[in-house]
Every structure is written in structure tokens, then in C-alpha cells.
């Protein structure tokens, strides 16, 4: 059985930074994709960025030079480096790796940026 479990997250102030990590258990191959979403209270999960196989990254348009997706696919894991944080980057984190087909997600962290 799969479990992703994500962490990093908390409290931190306007213009600070964060690392998060998810790291994959279990049985699973052939990972192609990897990557974060995240959902902020009382709005739809958004995706934030990712990674493919290759090393190809994709973000989203407001995370653009602040944050920074990597992967390690020896440990099936994934990270975002979060520099520059902003109050509307408050949210639920959620990592997403698999492949066409077939995803697994995290259970999520929670990141509060607040003064």
C-alpha cells in the first residue's frame, strides 16, 4: 500500500521561507510526476508545480521565482523550496506523485504565512 506523507510546514512571516518534503512508501513504480497543489480555506485545490521525468519543472504563475521543486527518485521523494512567502500562500500543501493513470496523494501540511 502507497502513503505519501508530507512535511515542513508552519507558521512563518511574510518574506520567509519553507522546505517541504513528501516522501512515498510502498510499492509504487514508475513515477513520472511529481508535484504540489495546495488548497487555501474555502477555495478549490490549486496545482503549484511540478516535476517530470527528465527534470522538467512547471509552476504556477504566481509561485514563479519564489519557489523551487526538486525530486529525488531514489527515494521517491519530492521537495518545495518556498522563499518570498506571502499571506495568500497560506494553505494546505498537498504532494502528488504516479504516473498517467494513477496518482497518490498526501494527506497535506499546513502553511501559514501571517505577521
Known amino acids: 500500500q502507497v502513503q505519501l506523507v508530507e512535511s515542513g510546514g508552519g507558521l512563518v512571516q511574510p518574506g520567509g521561507s519553507l522546505r517541504l518534503s513528501c516522501a512515498a512508501s510502498?510499492?509504487?513504480?514508475?513515477?513520472?510526476?511529481m508535484g504540489w497543489y495546495r488548497q487555501a480555506p474555502g477555495k478549490a485545490r490549486e496545482f503549484v508545480a511540478n516535476i517530470i521525468s527528465g527534470g522538467i519543472a512547471n509552476y504556477e504563475d504566481s509561485v514563479k521565482g519564489r519557489f523551487t521543486i526538486s525530486r529525488d527518485n531514489a527515494k521517491n521523494a519530492v521537495y518545495l523550496q518556498m522563499n518570498g512567502l506571502k499571506p495568500e500562500d497560506t494553505a494546505v500543501y498537498y504532494c502528488?506523485?504516479?504516473?498517467?493513470?494513477?496518482?497518490?496523494w498526501g494527506k497535506g501540511t499546513l502553511v501559514t504565512v501571517s505577521s
Open positions: 510502498g510499492s509504487i513504480f514508475s513515477i513520472t510526476v
Open positions: 502528488k506523485l504516479g504516473r498517467p493513470g494513477l496518482y497518490y
